[in-house]
């Protein structure tokens, strides 16, 4: 993986939360286990996975709610992996999060103005006379009407306190903004416009996205890149062009066979089908060898044993996957 | 709507216009407006709409489980040919033992957690009526066999387990072989794996369907998604504030949508095929207090014509089986 103008490289990042200890030995859960990707500016890096696989500790570790247990994080060149407490407030101003569900994100005792108000005051964005007119301008920008500033959260629908959110990230003029399952909550009616705002915002100001999400064909339509999580480790990371094209990993195409789809033409997504079968393991308990080795159809012997390194699938080394067959086939 | 009379002795349930009205602090939210709706024997059926949009309302009332703060205001509900609304206690505990069954969308709230799954599950065969139902060993049995036809592993070793023992997915497959463990005319499925993840979403989904289809029930599938419905079910009803809005195969509504908020739905999906996102429905869903006069579509519709807003259009056939409530299909789809 080639670095020079990316915003965020990962790399080797891993976190273990402790869990209660059986007799004398300790358990951790493997949350993330060894994961490595970057992100360019004014990309959408989609990471993408079931519950459990980790992929919200890899955002909450890159805005600094957790600190890694090892491995990497740099921002412009700047590691990053100290606790949110830590790091210097201009850093946080330039790191973002959107939460998956606005009804507990946003504080019901505030009303939208002061909580639009409430990073211009912290990381001095304008003078306080200006205050109103910065909020009103971030509410432009989401579509917001003016008057919603004197309402509170409560009276809003899923999708306006999703733009409030939203609104809430770029009021510091951030560089990345983690969108944790942003819509995930939402109708699809509702999805379509914020998604639409999102990739209109990206466009208008240059963000990069850490687009975490379960849902893969909302990412067809969004993300440059994809990511495939599977128990903490990254399972196939490609352009999602070539990721949708010719899915490799194993878990990929489980994946993309086990998507509900509304005509046709998508079917042709889906072409090997793979049955879908077994439950993602405990990360606490992680198979031997390949971590997908309880659900795969092709497992073989070695997939008990070794765990399988990342392999480039293109000469530029954009699409990798972890997988043995893939390494046999070269 | 007048299509399937030759079929009426066929329906397991017909909604006939019904009409349903919650009380709130602030007065009655017309919810149900007008609801028609009929399930044939072993056809499978999807409700699809959005949140708020009465789908569960519309169930519930079959399953005669509304909350107390519901009031009918008109219509009926016939089950097998006889009015549900004007049943008695007792005929009612009857079509809850052995005529209808709910899968309801979270397992862990429908699932007792104090209880073994095969306590939980023996109760509702000793409910049931069936021969031999208040023998322990028959239910003993009954459960075994019900779990194993899930495709559960290990089914006597799963029935000492507790609810919260168990995964998401396994925990749905317990609701599934709990609905099916007694013959049932009906079984309403309510966003069953609307909390699951994708892969596990297509084994329960996979599951229902055939338990569904071997013990011969209908089913009403109650579901957010549009692929969810046309992976599962025969017929589809769009359901839009209150009203359905368009039902057809489910094979000639994706072919060809035709109510305008159908289309708008439908192009709010993202798909895998790529080619971007249509930029969402505008507007919000109308306030129940005091919904539109008219279509309640109306405010949001592209396609809006002054007679839209004085009285909700009909169902018109479209095209054979392919009902839509919309002034535009007033002659068919040519217009």
């Known amino acids: 993986m080639k670095s020079g103008n990316d915003i965020l490289v990962v790399e080797d990042l891993k976190k273990y939360f402790p869990v209660k200890t059986k007799g004398k030995q300790e358990l951790f859960v493997k949350a993330i286990d060894g994961v490595s990707f970057s992100l360019k500016p004014g990309e959408t890096l989609g990471l993408v996975g079931e519950s459990g696989s980790g992929k919200s500790t890899v955002a909450y570790d890159v805005v600094g709610m957790y600190s890694p247990t090892s491995g990497s994080i740099r921002f412009k060149g700047r590691e990053i992996g100290m606790l949110l407490r830590e790091r210097p407030l201009p850093l946080k101003k330039e790191i973002q999060i959107v939460f998956q569900d606005p009804g507990t994100s946003l504080n019901p005792k505030r009303t939208v103005y002061k909580i639009l108000e409430l990073p211009l005051r912290i990381h001095k964005i304008c003078e306080p006379k200006d205050y109103v007119k910065y909020v009103a301008r971030l509410m432009d920008l989401v579509e917001l009407p003016y008057e919603y500033m004197f309402k509170y959260p409560s009276a809003l629908g899923g999708g306006e306190r999703q733009m409030v959110a939203i609104a809430r990230a770029l009021a510091t003029n951030p560089q990345l903004i983690v969108l944790d399952e942003p819509t995930s909550a939402l109708d699809v009616s509702v999805q379509a416009k914020i998604i639409n705002t999102l990739l209109r915002l990206q466009k208008e100001m240059n963000l990069s996205y850490l687009f975490i999400t379960h849902d893969l064909s909302l990412m067809r339509n969004v993300a440059s890149r994809v990511a495939i ?52 393991p405990s990360p606490v308990n992680v198979p031997a060898g390949c971590s997908f080795n309880t659900r795969c159809p092709f497992a073989m012997e070695r997939c008990l044993k070794e765990d399988p390194v990342p392999v480039a699938l293109d000469a530029e080394g954009l699409h990798m996957a972890r997988c043995h067959l893939l390494e046999m086939r070269g | 709507m007048e299509t399937h009379i030759k079929e009426q002795d066929n329906r397991v349930v017909d909604v006939k216009n019904l009409f349903i009205s919650f009380r709130t602090f602030k007065g009655y939210t017309k919810v149900l407006n007008g609801v028609n709706l009929h399930v044939r024997r072993k056809e499978k059926i999807a409700i699809v709409g959005e949140t708020g949009c009465g789908k569960t309302t519309t169930v519930y009332a079959i399953a005669q489980i509304l909350a107390k703060q519901a009031r009918v205001d008109g219509g009926e509900i016939f089950f097998k040919g006889r009015d549900s609304l004007r049943m008695n206690e007792k005929e009612l505990k009857q079509l809850r033992a052995s005529g209808i069954s709910v899968i309801f ?44 036809e899930t495709s559960l592993p290990d089914p006597e070793r799963l029935m000492e387990n507790y609810p919260f023992q168990l995964s998401g997915g396994m925990r749905q497959r317990i609701c599934i072989a709990m609905s099916l463990a007694t013959p049932r005319d009906l079984v309403i499925a309510d966003e069953p794996t609307t909390n699951l993840d994708v892969t596990i979403q297509d084994q329960v989904l996979k599951i229902l369907r055939q338990r569904v289809e071997e013990k011969q029930s209908a089913l009403i599938l109650i ?61 919000h869903l109308p306030s129940y207090y005091a919904p539109p006069p008219g279509c309640r579509f109306e405010p949001r519709c592209p396609h809006a014509m002054p007679r839209c807003k004085q009285a909700m259009p009909p169902m018109y056939e479209a095209a054979p089986g392919h009902c839509v409530a919309c002034y535009l299909y007033e002659r068919g789809t040519s217009a």
């Open chain 1, 229 to 280: 999580m599977y128990l903490g480790k990254i399972a196939e990371i490609a352009p999602t062009e070539d990721f949708f094209r010719s899915p490799r990993h194993p878990y990929t195409k489980m994946l993309l066979s086990s998507i509900p789809v509304v005509s046709p033409e998508e079917e042709k997504y889906r072409p090997e089908r793979i049955e879908s079968r077994g439950e993602i």
């Open chain 2, 223 to 283: 579901t957010h998604s549009l692929g969810v419905a046309r992976e599962v079910a025969d017929r589809i009803y769009v359901m839009y504030a209150g009203n359905m809005v368009e039902t057809a195969g489910a094979e000639e509504l994706f072919r060809e949508c035709l109510h305008p908020y159908s289309r708008g739905l439908m192009s709010c999906i993202p798909k895998l095929s790529g080619g971007g996102i249509a930029s969402g429905i505008p507007g």
């Open chain 2, 105 to 148: 969308q979270d397992p862990i709230a429908s699932l007792n957690p104090v209880f073994t799954i095969g306590d939980q599950m023996a109760e509702v065969i000793r409910y049931s009526g069936i021969e031999g139902a208040r023998d322990p060993r028959v239910q003993r049995e009954r459960t075994v066999a019900a779990l194993r």
